[in-house]
Every structure is written in structure tokens, then in C-alpha cells.
């Protein structure tokens, strides 16, 4: 009788303690933090559990669990919170709406996949690409709770291919052949496929970016198939965490923290198609105290993406995200690998992200923005990236995102320009790219403080700073076959130190533009004047190489 009370015993005290330890965030993430940033606590648990299965949830891949999953939910709710488990198998379902204290957990062999009946999807008030707008109901959501978790090693799939575009570009041919024999639309050129024609009219009356000028209740139904809902979306919540989970297939953005603190996301696998149009893999906005760990990307936009509203609405919600720490992730196909922007109206501040791969992203280290946002990004720490084969630029920042037709006009700052400044990189190694850097600021709003050091670069072309303010680079390789080597346009004290251009036999750098001054070239084997040319009314006066 002991002995058997003893194994209870020791069985519920293991529940308990699985349902509270549920992550193991390293202590050394928060040492030496170039802000102050309290360690984030992962949210507990009582030991309560509940399966979906008695609630009559079928694994037969073909019944509707909505329901079986809300009773789940609503059960543990009522008993005072914990865990709801998904056993293996593969179960079909409409959205699922977390309340606080409760856990989603998924066995190893487990499927959830999202119904094609958009019936079960309700369009409602949402916030996309950083305006309040109005999507369809996300597969999972939660608004306001506290402590809730989604962990396991099972597989969440959104089922984007009953809501996404596709580009005849993005696929090989008889992907593209399958896609228009399978029904839906085509556009007006026919290079784009769409699931219906109720989705090709709403992207027709977008006028900002993704997001309908539509203004009354009907006009929002007849374009419902338009309104493709997040994957999981947690708006005003407090202590989250998404562990160990693979997400996949979502029909726009992935995963989407909005206005949360003390978010843990930890050892989770987001894949979508390449061709996914909007398919983010993880878009961080307007939080507080967030940790990305050790997760990998595989998507058909951005990687890693940190945010905090778009243009009069960001501004107005004035919220930044800040105190975020990204460490040890991978992001493979994406536009870019760790990405700021370009909807960062509230602003973004005390970032530290370390030791990732970036492996034939578009862009590796993404900055972007445009006239017309407001907003500063400020005090972010780069250190230990690593990247191969990138698509265009290793190291981007681009303050004219979406192009621009006056991008020399200087237009008076205020309130809606945008500024970046005190960005520190470290450590940044790139093995293959189209182009090194690229710094691209606004006349009226120069890149400020921006600093890189130890850096090697493989590239075919070499680097360009524009409209940049107080730029150093120290200890940077860049082998390219381009020449000029670097183009530095219309910026102020710049200063390159030890910076070197192996296999060029004669390197050069290139000045231009009439407000180019004070660029100093320091230490640096083989530069003397003959290496530096000037156009544009740049004034050789701009210039100057000592300690060689």
C-alpha cells in the first residue's frame, strides 16, 4: 500500500513538475545585456489535465473537433487552469481560442490541421502589416490572457493553400500547371493564381500593401476568401510561451505577438513554401521582454521580424517593441534573416540577437523603413552571425523601402520620419552574397551610430554607404571582384579602420556627392591616395588616410 502510494506520489509530483519547468532558457542570455532586462520566468501550470479526446475528439483525419477542442478548453478553464493534450494522430479543426492558464500540448506523431471550410472562420477586427483592419479568425488566437502555452513535438498546419496567392515567378512549371488545374482564378495578366475570385477582387481594392480600402460590413463578406488570417495570434497577452512545436503551411503571417510581454519562444520549427506570399515566420510587435531561442526558419517572407505599427497608426499606439534577445536561431529561405521594419511606427529599442545562421535568405541583417513611418530603432547588438549564400545583401538598411521617385530631395524631418541610429554589429561573417552592405539613409534622416567590426565578406560587389552619419567599420575583409570596392555617397564621419579587399590588386574606394566630409581611412595595408577616387562635386578635401 506504501509503495503504491509512494509511485502516485512520485508520478504526480513528476506531472507537476513537467507542467511548471517547461523551458530552459540559459541564465548567460541575460548577462551583459546592453540594457536592462529582468530574466522572463516561463508561465506555470497546475498539473490538471484534460484530453481532447474525452470531450469526443476523433484522430480519423476527417472530423470537425472545433467543438471537442472548445469544451477541452472550457473544461480546464473551469478547473482552475492547465493542461489540454492533443494526442497523436491527425486531427482536423477550426480555430482554437486560448484562455488564460491554459497549455496546449501536442504528443510526438501528433497533426493539427486547420480546416479548408472558411465557414468556421468569422471575419472580425484584427491588426495587419501594422493597421486595424479586418481579417478572417485566426486558426489560433488568444486576446488578454495570461500565462498560456502551446509545446509538444507535434505539427500545427494552417492549410495556406486554400488561402494563399501564388506567383507564376515563385514555382516551377508544373507546380504552376497543378495550381490552375486544381480551380480558382487567374489575375488580369495571368502571372498570379488565386483560390477564388472573391480573393483576386480584395486584392484588387488594396490599396496599402495588403490591407482593403473597404468601407461597409458587406463589401468586407463579398471579399472574405481576401482576408487570409494569421496563423497564431496573441494580442495584449502576458506570459507566453511557444515551445518545441512545428508550424507550418500558415496562410499569412506565422506566428504574431502584438502588444505581449514575457514571451519565451523556444526550440519551435516554422516551415512554409517559399512561393507563400506574406508567410513571416515570426513577426514580434509592439512587446515587451520577448526570447527567441534556438528556432529555425523556412519561409516565403521574412525570417525574424520585429515591428510596432505602420504610418499615423503605429504612432498614435506609441508602443515599441523592446527588451528582445534572439539567440542561436536559423533562418534558411526567407527575404530576410533577422529583419526590423518596415512597419516600426512606435519605434524599437535594446535588441540583442546573437549566434544565428543565415543560409540563402534574400537579405541576411535587414533594417527598412520609409518616409512617412516616424518611429526610431535604437540600441541594437548584433553579434556571432553567420551567413552563406545570400540573395542579394548581406548587411541592408534601406530607408526607401517600397522606392522612392525624390530620393535626393531633402524634405524638412518631423514626426513622420524615420530614424535608426546606435546599431552595433560584431563578428559577422558572410560567405557569398550579391553585395556586402548597403546603407541607404534619408537626406533629411541619416543612418547615425552604426558600427561594424570584425567582419568578412564574400560578395560580387563590395559596399555602399548613402546618407549615413558617423559610420565605423573596423576590421573588415570584403573580397569582391567589383571595383570600386566601397562607395560611400553623401555622408559625414565615416572611419574605416584596418579595412582590407584581398585578391584586388589595386583597391578602391569611391567618394561622392557634395556633402561627403570628414571620412578618415586608418591602418589600412596597401590605401594611400591612389586608391580613392572622387565624382559627383565630392571634395578631396573629404579625406583622409593615416597610419598606413
Not at 310 to 320: A, F, L, Q, T, V
Request: charged share 20%; aromatic share 8%; with cysteine.
Amino acid at each position: 500500500m506504501r509503495r503504491h502510494i509512494f509511485i502516485a506520489l512520485f508520478i504526480g509530483l513528476c506531472v507537476a513538475v513537467n507542467a511548471q519547468n517547461l523551458t530552459s532558457i540559459p541564465a548567460s542570455l541575460y548577462v551583459n545585456l546592453p540594457f536592462k532586462m529582468e530574466p522572463i520566468k516561463a508561465p506555470n501550470f497546475p498539473a490538471t489535465q484534460v484530453s481532447i479526446s474525452d470531450f469526443g475528439a476523433k484522430n480519423d483525419g476527417k472530423t470537425d473537433n472545433t467543438e471537442a477542442f472548445a469544451k477541452a478548453i472550457d473544461a480546464i478553464v473551469a478547473k482552475g487552469g492547465g493542461t489540454v493534450e492533443i494526442p497523436a494522430g491527425k486531427w482536423i479543426t477550426g480555430p482554437i481560442v486560448l484562455r488564460s492558464n491554459v497549455r496546449l500540448h501536442t504528443e510526438k506523431g501528433t497533426l493539427v490541421q486547420f480546416s479548408t471550410n472558411k465557414d468556421l472562420y468569422p471575419i472580425i477586427k484584427a491588426n495587419f502589416e501594422g493597421l486595424e483592419t479586418y481579417r478572417c479568425q485566426q486558426p489560433i488566437s488568444a486576446d488578454g490572457a495570461e500565462n498560456i502555452a502551446i509545446t509538444g513535438e507535434g505539427i500545427f498546419d494552417g492549410t495556406g493553400q486554400a488561402w494563399r496567392p501564388v506567383k507564376k515567378s515563385k514555382v516551377s512549371e508544373s507546380q504552376w500547371n497543378e495550381f490552375v488545374a486544381s480551380g480558382g482564378v487567374l489575375d488580369d495578366k495571368k502571372l498570379t493564381w488565386w483560390p477564388s475570385e472573391a480573393a483576386y477582387q480584395g486584392s484588387r481594392m488594396a490599396t496599402d500593401q495588403n490591407v482593403p480600402n473597404v468601407q461597409d460590413e458587406a463589401g468586407w463578406r463579398t471579399i472574405k476568401d481576401y482576408l487570409r488570417p494569421i496563423m497564431v495570434d496573441l494580442i495584449n497577452c502576458k506570459n507566453i510561451l511557444i515551445e518545441g512545436v512545428t508550424i507550418q503551411n500558415s496562410p499569412s503571417w506565422t506566428v504574431h505577438p502584438l502588444m505581449c510581454q514575457n514571451v519565451i519562444v523556444s526550440n519551435v520549427n516554422i516551415q512554409n513554401p517559399s512561393w507563400g506570399q506574406n508567410t513571416d515566420g515570426i513577426d514580434i510587435e509592439s512587446c515587451k521582454n520577448v526570447v527567441l531561442y534556438k528556432s529555425s526558419f523556412n519561409v516565403g517572407d521574412d525570417g525574424i521580424c520585429v515591428k510596432s505599427g505602420k504610418n499615423e497608426s503605429g504612432r498614435k499606439r506609441g508602443i515599441p517593441t523592446e527588451n528582445l534577445i534572439v539567440d542561436g536561431c536559423t533562418v534558411y529561405h526567407a527575404h530576410g534573416g533577422f529583419v526590423v521594419g518596415s512597419e516600426m511606427s512606435g519605434g524599437v529599442k535594446n535588441v540583442k540577437v546573437t549566434n544565428c545562421f543565415f543560409k540563402g535568405t534574400d537579405a541576411g541583417l535587414r533594417f527598412k523603413s520609409t518616409r512617412g513611418r516616424g518611429g526610431v530603432v535604437e540600441n541594437i547588438t548584433i553579434e556571432n552571425i553567420f551567413m552563406n549564400n545570400i540573395v542579394g545583401d548581406a548587411v541592408l538598411f534601406d530607408l526607401f523601402y517600397g522606392g522612392s521617385k525624390n530620393k535626393d530631395e531633402k524634405v524638412k524631418a518631423d514626426e513622420t520620419t524615420p530614424a535608426f541610429k546606435d546599431i552595433t554589429m560584431k563578428n559577422i561573417s558572410c560567405d557569398g552574397a550579391k553585395r556586402a552592405l548597403f546603407f541607404n539613409g534619408l537626406p533629411e534622416m541619416n543612418l547615425e551610430n552604426i558600427s561594424i567590426e570584425n567582419g568578412t565578406f564574400i560578395a560580387d560587389e563590395g559596399g555602399r554607404i548613402s546618407e549615413s552619419t558617423n559610420v565605423t567599420l573596423t576590421n573588415i575583409s570584403i573580397k569582391t571582384p567589383a571595383s570600386p570596392n566601397l562607395i560611400i555617397n553623401n555622408s559625414q564621419y565615416i572611419t574605416l579602420v584596418n579595412i582590407q579587399f584581398p585578391g584586388t590588386s589595386k583597391p578602391l574606394i569611391n567618394i561622392n556627392g557634395n556633402t561627403s566630409q570628414y571620412i578618415s581611412i586608418q591602418h589600412s595595408p596597401g590605401f594611400t591616395y591612389k586608391n580613392i577616387t572622387w565624382s559627383d562635386h565630392a571634395s578631396k578635401d573629404s579625406i583622409e588616410v593615416r597610419g598606413w
